[in-house]
Nanobody, 117 residues
Framework: QVQLVESGGGLVQPGGSLRLSCAASRSIDSFYAMGWSRQAPGQQRELVTTITSGGRTNYADSVKGRFTISRDNAKNTVYLQMNSLKPEDTAVYYC???????????WGKGTLVTVSS
């Protein structure tokens, strides 16, 4: 079993920045891709961004140009740098790991991001 532990969430003002971290219990090289999803109150979970083992990235239109996903294989950690945050970015952010394309195999428990003045 793989454990994914998110950290870095919190309260930030609109226009501010946060960096989320996702630490995996085993080598992230073993996954086809890792990513971040989010779920706002009363809404379905949505995919925010992914990064493959080869470094290819993909972003939801709502976060393009503001969010950046990266990975540190030596630390088995994936990061999400979030800039120019908006109130609509408020959500619980979940890390995920995929063994094959298009299928999430593991989820973290999430970290709450609140964007408010």
């Amino acid at each position: 079993q793989v454990q994914l532990v998110e950290s870095g969430g919190g309260l930030v003002q609109p226009g501010g920045s946060l960096r989320l971290s996702c630490a995996a219990s085993r080598s992230i090289d073993s996954f086809y891709a890792m990513g971040w999803s989010r779920q706002a109150p009363g809404q379905q979970r949505e995919l925010v961004t992914t990064i493959t083992s080869g470094g290819r990235t993909n972003y939801a239109d709502s976060v393009k140009g503001r969010f950046t996903i990266s990975r540190d294989n030596a630390k088995n950690t994936v990061y999400l740098q979030m800039n120019s945050l908006k109130p609509e970015d408020t959500a619980v952010y979940y890390c995920n790991a995929d063994l094959v394309a298009g299928k999430v195999d593991y989820w973290g428990k999430g970290t709450l991001v609140t964007v408010s003045s």
